[in-house]
């Protein structure tokens, strides 16, 4: 999946993506985007270890990357996040997640996102589900632009 568009937005702009150092990659696959994040202070609990909601937020914000790639000019909330998380991962150490995408619809997309260690082993299996919408403000133009079209 081609994310480039996307990748320069996120990484332009301030936001959790930023914060957490979330690096976001293409893939061949149309179905498929993938992400890394090193596991520093900013991610980790108090115990040197990568948090929990550090893992679900890399992974809805790779699904969210993955769902805007696919669809131009719309927006992509995530409206559930529900994972598992299976093995700890050290401070210093870097994570690596893929998502693959499971039902794409008109309104609702499905991923199914695994984060794994440097040594290939199953950290996180998490499942986001994100609501497609089209911006308020291109609503708004596509609005006035009906309106100018039928005299009304």
């Known amino acids: 999946m081609d994310i ?5 937005i996120v990484v332009s702009q301030e936001g959790l993506s930023k914060t957490l150092d979330m690096e976001f990659y293409s893939t061949p ?17 108090p115990f040197g270890f990568l948090s929990g909601g550090a893992s679900l937020a890399l992974a809805e914000n790779l699904a ?5 790639a696919l ?3 719309k927006m992509a909330a995530g409206i559930n996040v529900s994972g598992s998380h299976v093995k700890v991962v050290a401070e210093g150490e870097t994570v690596t ?3 693959q995408l499971r039902h794409e619809g008109k309104t609702l997309h499905v ?8 040594a290939g082993e199953l950290i996180s299996t998490i499942q986001v589900t994100n609501y497609i919408v089209t911006p ?17």
């Open 136 to 152: 308020k403000r291109q609503r708004a133009s596509g609005e006035q632009e009906a309106k100018k079209g039928t005299g009304k």
């Open 4 to 8: 480039e568009q996307i990748r320069e």
């Open 97 to 99: 997640a893929t998502a």
């Open 71 to 73: 669809c131009p000019g």
């Open 29 to 45: 696959e149309r179905d498929t985007v993938m992400a890394r994040m090193k596991v520093g202070p900013l991610n980790r609990q």
């Open 111 to 118: 991923w199914q996102v695994d984060i794994r260690n440097e």
């Open 64 to 68: 969210g990357v993955g769902s805007m």
